[in-house]
């Protein structure tokens, strides 16, 4: 009977554990996401999970920084660093982003809206099991967005990765 409580309990534990939403805020420097503000429109944020996928670390960094950038107030973010470590290791940059969407270009006689296009590579080289933590530092801007590689408009990032995930306000908590 003792050997039941006990297999039931783990089970109940490893049941609650595989329950908690990937997506989440990192607890005692765990998995999930955490963020440091550097200054007023620089924020350094990090996403740590144990899995075989670094295209899904790195794809739920940018759904912070995007969900980071409408909190502060912002439209979108430019990305000056970034790095993906497994188990403690850099790893090669190998990434693609894709967006379509607008941009606004506002002058003296009002704001316009233009058609923008963007492409990124990536790829998955999978590491079973594996420790990986992507990080991004970004710089947060409004109006115009710069029309660079690394740009990105925060709510095409959230409706993109909330869409492609399958995400929403129950899953995030």
């Known amino acids: 009977m003792k050997k039941i ?14 329950s908690s ?3 989440r ?18 924020i350094r944020v990090h996403f740590k999970t144990r899995d075989d ?8 960094t940018f759904l912070r920084a995007a969900e980071l950038t409408i909190r502060e107030g912002y439209d ?4 000056s660093n970034r ?35 963007q492409l990124g590579i990536g790829i998955n080289l999978s590491d079973q099991g ?8 970004i710089k947060l801007g409004k109006g115009v967005r710069p029309e660079t590689q690394d740009s990105y408009e925060a709510r095409e990032i959230i409706t993109n990765m909330e869409a492609k995930y399958q995400l929403n306000a129950e899953t995030k908590k």
């Open 130 to 137: 594996q420790d990986i933590e992507s990080i991004l530092e």
């Open 25 to 42: 805020a990192a607890k005692n420097n765990g998995y999930g996401y955490q963020e440091s503000i550097l200054n007023q429109d620089k």
């Open 5 to 18: 409580i006990i297999l039931a309990t783990l089970i109940g534990f490893l049941a609650a554990c595989s």
């Open 76 to 79: 979108w973010f430019v990305v």
């Open 83 to 117: 790095d993906v470590l497994v188990d403690g290791k850099n790893q090669p940059r190998s990434t693609i982003h894709t967006g379509i969407g607008t941009s606004r270009d506002c002058g003296l006689y009002g704001c316009r809206n233009q058609p923008s296009t």
């Open 53 to 60: 996928n670094k295209l899904k670390a790195i794809d739920y």
């Open 21 to 23: 939403p990937e997506y």
